[in-house]
């Protein structure tokens, strides 16, 4: 069985292809769809995955760690309390290795095979950290797949269409994605991405903070004493009125910050008027994608969000404004990515329900090299690059270009290998370099053959080729910053290994736990009293070890919880 997982900055999910050539979403311990992608380690060092976990990023936020996925492919390092360091694709491993369990438990099978959806804008270094956490949860990458994408399989299924173009606008906790698909006799060609992996709703939510920091300190809080709780706290509630406000008009919270009651309100207008410059940061990216795919907006069949922060009303008004055209969003925009790659598992394992349906992707980024320009013999720009695949070029793709030497009697080429959009590869991303030999001549310029391959997965393969000398170098840009070597890889597995996962049949009475800790945290008088009776009988329930009676005390603690959440869930 191969699974498909989205592994998104705030939630993941986990489904498997079905029989009916869809896909059906796996529910976790919990019986949720979402699982919150926030790993935290309890005071017995045991590791919590998910919604015990997001709960703690407020009872105890030096222990817990959220949006780490914004820094795959990075070398970042996060201390989880005692010394503990994690990277950024191990604690993706454990969110992955929590959502696996999942699976096995409902498939009651092993799984060990998974399609992974990443940003269409996730670079090599990215995608390579994506599949190394694949690899350090035990599951094999058969394929990633660009998350747009996957919300166009799945979207495309679901609306049975033959042939449409449709504009896919994904807007998540930490990437905005836009991309341009085009489904012709059931191939589903992506003609077009681009995108902004440093906006989503988190953006949205600063925006709430930092309004709540203002209120704050006009009711004459000073600002610099607030503790590390008190600014999870404040998270919490600008999320909690972030949400609330995509329902109502206006929210207003009392809440406790620094040992003093304090109200904060906020409302929706305020919200679209101070959100001005991130809805403006929204346009390039769907202008750049327009005009790549060479399509009238006319012609688009459908505008498609996904992507929790959509559910902000002034998305899809922003939406209707641009594209002319009220956007859709009949599949749940949470869940539409995990369906899809699980689709594209499903098309992986050749099942004869997926027959009919291809899959192909772009290029995100234009790939090619260093050259020189010779402005005049004597004035050399060395600086220029010189594009060998143009971005949102279908892949797999294999183009080769021809160059030569500068110099009459150079005996070598250094071919410096670049992504990026710009002209100066100053600007560009450096991937990586070729020194290749060739034949000394002192007649006329040697000519070096290089071809560039890049494959459904993203990895790119350079190769170079003496003309003359037939002699060849190649290069898989494989040493990018931020990836690990395998020795590491080795060592993060065993590190992993040795770590203590909290096991799967008492995590519904942690997770409990730490929502009552949180409860109690939050809230203030009345309420608090009933929050504290109900974790000391649910407390001395589990302790009398008579699983009757914890399940039914789990049930009334739950009853409480959930009253005193829905009037304060801050
Ligand atoms: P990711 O793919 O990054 O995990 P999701 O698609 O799960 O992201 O979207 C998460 C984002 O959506 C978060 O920033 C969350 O606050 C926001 N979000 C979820 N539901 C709502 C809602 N009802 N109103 C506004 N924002 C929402
Ligand atoms: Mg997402």
């Known amino acids: 069985m191969i699974v498909g997982i989205d592994l998104g900055t705030t939630h993941s999910l986990i489904a498997i292809p079905n029989e009916e050539g869809g896909a059906t979403l796996v529910p976790n311990v919990f019986g949720d769809f979402l699982t919150p992608s926030v790993v935290s380690l309890d005071c017995d060092d045991s590791v919590l995955v998910g919604q015990p976990a997001h709960d703690r990023l407020i009872t105890h936020p030096d222990?817990?760690?959220?949006?780490?996925?914004?820094?795959?492919?990075?070398?970042?390092?996060?201390?989880?309390?005692?010394?503990?360091?994690?990277?950024?694709?191990?604690?993706?491993?454990?969110?992955?290795?929590?959502?696996?369990?999942d699976a096995e438990h409902f498939l009651g099978q092993a799984v060990e095979e998974a399609v992974i959806s990443v940003p269409a804008y996730f670079s090599d270094a990215q995608r390579k950290a994506t599949r190394v956490a694949g690899e350090l949860a035990g599951l094999r990458v058969s394929r990633l797949i660009n998350?747009?994408?996957?919300?166009?399989?799945?979207?495309?299924?679901?609306?049975?269409?033959?042939?449409?173009?449709?504009?896919?606008?994904?807007?998540?906790?930490?990437?905005?994605?836009?991309?341009?698909?085009?489904?012709?006799?059931?191939?589903?060609?992506?003609?077009?991405?681009?995108?902004?992996?440093r906006l989503g709703g988190e953006d949205f939510l600063e925006i709430i903070l930092r309004d709540f920091h203002e209120q704050l300190a006009n009711q004459g809080v000073e600002l610099s004493n607030l503790h590390l709780q008190d600014l999870s706290r404040l998270r919490a509630l600008a999320e909690f009125s972030k949400i609330k406000l995509s329902n109502e008009s206006a929210v207003e919270t009392p809440v406790v910050i620094g040992n003093r009651e304090v109200i904060l309100a906020y409302n929706r207008p305020r919200f679209e008027e101070q959100s001005r410059r991130l809805m403006r940061l929204l346009r390039d990216p769907l202008e750049r994608a327009i005009k790549d795919a060479r399509l009238p907006v006319d012609e688009l069949s459908d505008v498609v969000l996904v992507g929790g922060a959509t559910r902000m009303p002034m998305i899809p008004t922003?939406?209707?404004?641009?594209?002319?055209?009220?956007?859709?969003?009949?599949?749940?925009?949470?869940?539409?990515?995990?369906?899809?790659?699980?689709?594209?598992?499903?098309?992986k394992m050749k099942h004869k329900a997926y027959r009919e349906r291809v899959m192909t992707d772009v290029a995100p980024y234009t790939?090619?090299?260093?050259?020189?320009?010779?402005?005049?013999?004597?004035?050399?720009?060395?600086?220029?690059?010189?594009?060998?695949?143009?971005?949102?070029?279908?892949?797999?793709?294999?183009?080769?270009?021809t160059y030569s030497t500068m110099y009459l009697g150079q005996d070598q080429v250094k071919i410096s290998v670049y992504q990026g959009e710009s002209r100066s590869v100053n600007k560009n991303l450096f991937l990586g370099e070729i020194l290749m030999p060739v034949p000394k001549n002192m007649d006329e310029p040697e000519p070096i053959e290089v071809r560039f391959s890049y494959n459904v997965?993203?990895?790119?393969?350079?190769?170079?080729?003496?003309?003359?000398?037939?002699?060849?170098?190649?290069?898989?840009?494989?040493?990018?910053?931020?990836?690990?070597?395998?020795?590491?890889?080795?060592?993060?597995?065993?590190?992993?290994?040795?770590?203590?996962?909290?096991?799967?049949?008492?995590?519904?009475?942690?997770?409990?736990?730490?929502?009552?800790?949180?409860?109690?945290?939050?809230?203030?008088?009345?309420?608090?009293?009933?929050?504290?009776?109900?974790?000391?009988?649910?407390?001395?329930?589990?302790?009398?070890?008579?699983?009757?009676?914890?399940?039914?005390?789990?049930?009334e603690v739950i009853r409480v919880f959930d009253e005193i959440d829905a009037f304060k869930p801050i």
């Open 63 to 101: 222990r817990s760690i959220s949006c780490f996925k914004r820094d795959m492919g990075t070398d970042r390092k996060y201390r989880l309390d005692i010394g503990r360091i994690f990277r950024p694709e191990e604690l993706s491993a454990l969110i992955l290795k929590s959502l696996k369990a």
């Open 318 to 347: 922003f939406a209707a404004h641009i594209f002319r055209r009220f956007p859709k969003s009949d599949i749940n925009p949470d869940q539409a990515i995990a369906l899809g790659t699980a689709i594209q598992a499903g098309l």
């Open 457 to 555: 997965d993203g990895i790119l393969e350079v190769e170079a080729k003496s003309l003359s000398s037939g002699e060849m170098r190649s290069l898989v840009v494989e040493k990018s910053p931020g990836t690990l070597s395998k020795e590491q890889i080795k060592k993060s597995l065993r590190d992993l290994e040795a770590l203590k996962i909290h096991p799967r049949d008492q995590v519904v009475n942690r997770t409990l736990l730490s929502r009552g800790e949180r409860m109690f945290e939050q809230c203030i008088g009345k309420d608090r009293k009933r929050v504290n009776e109900a974790i000391s009988r649910y407390r001395a329930a589990l302790a009398s070890q008579d699983s009757g009676l914890i399940d039914q005390i789990r049930k």
């Open 367 to 401: 790939l090619g090299i260093q050259v020189c320009d010779f402005l005049t013999p004597n004035d050399v720009d060395k600086r220029v690059f010189s594009p060998i695949i143009d971005r949102n070029t279908p892949v797999p793709v294999s183009r080769t270009e």
């Open 147 to 197: 998350e747009p994408s996957a919300a166009a399989l799945a979207y495309g299924l679901h609306k049975n269409m033959d042939e449409a173009t449709f504009l896919v606008f994904d807007l998540g906790g930490g990437t905005f994605d836009v991309s341009i698909l085009e489904m012709f006799d059931g191939v589903m060609e992506v003609r077009a991405t681009a995108g902004n992996n």
